[in-house]
């Protein structure tokens, strides 16, 4: 399993969000039945059934598919906002350095100066 989503991972997720069925997603379940229905939008017909495991695994399962559905934009852009911003504080550490690094070769050139 991939251990990092590469921009075209996430840009493929994009793309894939943009497919399917608008959210938000629910679940239809009866405690009395073992099968569970994922339902786009309110009182719109069913997209996906589970009902090869037993009620609580199906249930389980159709809230965990319905959760992704409704959190992946928001997650897909979570992602791009934290890596914007680890960039921008790469780069502002990377010119902090390089003033410090300018300091001390004027600091060098002062001292040679003043040995003279």
């Known amino acids: 399993m991939k251990q990092v989503l ?3 991972d996430i840009n493929f ?3 894939q969000l943009q497919k399917i069925s608008s959210g938000p997603w629910s679940v239809v379940e009866d ?7 994922v339902v786009p939008e309110v009182e719109s017909n069913p997209i ?3 009902d090869y495991r037993g009620g609580v695994q199906n249930r389980a399962d159709a809230h965990f598919v319905v959760s992704a559905r409704n959190y992946m934009d928001m997650m897909l852009r979570e992602i791009k906002i ?3 911003r680890v960039l921008e ?3 502002s550490n990377n010119i902090e ?4 690094m300018d300091l001390l070769t004027e600091l060098h050139e ?4 003043s040995d003279k």
């Open 48 to 50: 996906a059934l589970f």
């Open 31 to 37: 405690e009395n039945v073992d099968t569970a229905w």
């Open 6 to 8: 590469t921009p075209e």
């Open 110 to 113: 002062l001292k040679e100066l």
């Open 13 to 15: 997720l994009e793309e």
């Open 82 to 84: 934290l890596r914007r």
């Open 97 to 100: 350095v390089q003033k410090r």
């Open 89 to 91: 504080l790469i780069q």
